[in-house]
């Protein structure tokens, strides 16, 4: 079954400090990958996407993410966190037919303490 | 970029009574509108796949019958929740693919609907 997997139901860290929030995949094909971050009460933002080509892909707001296929792993991350970084995080896979639906993770909570 | 809009951006109904939620695509023309449900705390929850002149696609374990969803032109998809109950109060998001972009996977999301039903 196609599945991601935020293992982490909470990151906490510093302001200043780098963050990291976990993504893996299985799906089956070369998947399409996005990040989004939501707030209280407010749909989904945008932060960024890997379709092809580098595995470094630099978003919204400071952040990027590393595709890797041997690990099947998105991870988020930001070299310096923010205070107003602290919202939910989403990773997400879209299929590349049929639907075209979206598989989301869980959701990661991101704290960042002042 | 694209946009997407929700009206109302949060409702209070009486049980029993039904209520609509609209799903725009501002600026472009959308090929497929999704619906999501979202407990708090949790994931969104794909409730139904909605393409343009035909019936939506509901997820196993939605009531078809319950929330009614129409997709009347490009640009529009509405989420009736019929009969509502204390139950279905929840955060309802929408989002939509992009028309004429071939293999556009990127769904772009509505702000949400807050329903809470009384």
């Known amino acids: 079954a196609q599945s991601v997997a935020q293992p982490e139901d909470q990151v906490n860290v510093a302001e200043g400090n780098p963050l990291t929030v976990k993504c893996t995949y299985s799906?089956?094909?070369?998947?399409?990958l996005f990040w989004y971050v939501q707030y209280p009460n407010r749909g989904l933002q945008f932060l960024l996407k890997?379709?092809?080509?580098?595995?470094l892909v630099k978003g919204s707001y400071g952040f990027e993410a590393e595709f890797n296929k041997s690990q099947t792993s998105f991870h988020l991350k930001k070299p310096s966190a923010l205070v107003s970084d602290s919202a939910l995080y989403f990773c997400a896979v879209s299929l590349t037919s049929g639907t075209y639906k979206y598989i989301f993770g869980t959701g990661t909570r991101l704290k960042v303490l002042a | 970029g694209a946009v997407v809009s929700q009206h109302p951006s949060w409702v209070i109904c009486k049980s029993g009574t039904s209520v609509k939620i609209e799903c725009r695509s501002l600026d472009f023309q959308a090929t497929t509108m999704f619906w999501y449900r979202q407990f708090p705390k949790q994931s969104l929850m794909l409730m139904a796949t909605s393409n343009e002149g035909s019936k939506a696609t509901y997820e196993q374990g939605v009531e078809k019958d319950k929330f009614l969803i129409n997709h009347a032109s490009l640009t529009l998809s509405t989420l009736t929740v019929t009969s509502a109950h204390p139950e279905d109060s929840s955060f309802y998001i929408c989002s939509a693919r992009l028309r004429g972009l071939a293999n556009s996977y990127e769904q772009f999301f509505g702000p949400g609907t807050r329903l809470t039903v009384l």
């Open positions: 799906v089956s094909g070369n998947p399409y």
């Open positions: 890997y379709i092809t080509g580098d595995n």
